[in-house]
């Protein structure tokens, strides 16, 4: 073995090990980033202080006191002040996300947990103009992959990248929400298909093609000076003055029944000579039911079957009587069921011998 492994070992003797030193130093394996490169690249910070000097403007400060007065925790606005940050750099630096989980009351490690989780925040500079190509089922079936073949061969790079003069990057998205308009495309913030009038459009039923590309890529060369700009939360709805008991709150709470539970179902009476059986089916979340029976004009309280029973027997009931059924779920009142008529409960079948 010593003659074809240097650096082997070469016999064990009298507990004694003997080695041959190989003719050259042995190198090792290269690093499989080496080979392949890194998923996630380092991303070079910009300055803390310049960080900061951008994000205490007058109107974040405004935008930042009214989304927490939304909330009854800070934390709960954590989202859309992460949100804002990347709508002032078009992505989220390092100290962004230290400077949002400050803001919310929460720790650095479960606002960063919070920012790379959502594929919406961006963790590296993007181009001017991001366009988000819909790679689900419904536009993969209608041509998505040829089309962001055609648009990486076009702008020389990869999905991911961004070209070299900063303008555009290509992304791969999952549904964009305009599957009938598939294979789907969004520049930022909007839906294009193509350009028509000087703007960025989605017309009913059309959808991208390699001409429609070409157009679109043009228009975004022309107003790479002049990028659209957009509310980064679509508009925040101000003057709510604050969640209920929140200082100088207006807003009142919901009331119990704002969202009542659902009606008990299929309620179906027959009577027989033991009276009315009524049977229905319930949700695991009543915590009451009651039975009413229609006596005149109005319904009558007969009995409150438990939550968990199949049947409910009134004994005084018979063909022709009106019952309904009203649950509860809590302090929720759930409307009446449907008004079930009690019919004549069929005779069993029997069995003829053979």
């Known amino acids: 073995m010593s003659e074809h492994i240097k650096g082997a070992v070469h016999f064990v003797a009298n507990n004694n090990l003997k080695f041959d030193r190989p003719e050259q130093p042995i190198g090792a394996m290269p690093d499989p980033a080496q080979i392949f490169g890194h998923v996630n690249k380092i991303q070079e910070q910009p300055n803390p202080k310049e960080v900061l000097e951008k994000l205490s403007t007058s109107e974040i400060k405004e935008r930042c006191a ?27 630096p390092t100290e962004g996300i230290r400077w949002a989980a400050n803001v919310c009351g929460c720790a650095p490690a479960h606002a960063l947990g919070v920012a790379t989780f959502y594929t919406m925040y961006n963790h590296a500079p993007k181009g001017k103009f991001m366009l988000q190509f819909c790679r689900n089922i419904s536009c993969a079936i209608k041509g998505a992959q040829p089309l962001i073949k055609y648009i990486e061969n076009k702008l020389g790079i990869k999905s991911g990248e ?17 599957c009938g308009n598939g294979p789907m495309m969004l520049v930022n913030d909007d839906f294009a298909t193509d350009v028509v009038d000087g703007q960025l459009k989605m017309k009913r039923g059309t959808t991208l093609t390699e001409e429609s590309i070409d157009r679109i890529v043009e228009w975004c060369k022309a107003h790479a000076d ?11 709805v101000k003057g709510h003055c604050g969640h209920p ?7 009142k709470p919901q009331v119990n029944d704002y969202a009542p539970p659902s009606p008990v179902l299929c309620v179906k009476a027959e009577a027989d000579a033991a009276g009315a059986t009524l049977t229905w089916k319930g949700a695991p979340e009543f915590t009451k039911i009651v039975v009413e029976k229609k006596s005149g004009n109005d319904w009558v309280v007969v009995g409150e079957p438990g939550v968990k029973d199949k049947a409910f027997v009134d004994a005084a009931g018979k063909v022709g009587d009106e019952y309904r059924m009203i649950a509860t779920s809590g302090e929720r009142v759930a409307k009446p069921s449907a008004v079930a008529v009690t019919t004549q409960k069929p005779e069993p079948v029997e069995e003829k011998k053979v």
């Open 245 to 251: 008991g929140a200082p100088g709150a207006t807003a």
């Open 226 to 236: 002049n990028v659209p700009k957009h509310d980064v939360l679509g508009g925040v």
């Open 66 to 92: 009214d989304l927490l007065s939304r909330y009854p925790e800070g934390q709960g606005a954590l989202l859309e002040v992460l949100w804002l940050v990347q709508g002032v750099f078009g992505w989220v």
């Open 162 to 178: 961004t070209t070299s003069d900063g303008l555009f990057t290509i992304l791969q998205v999952e549904c964009l929400g305009s």
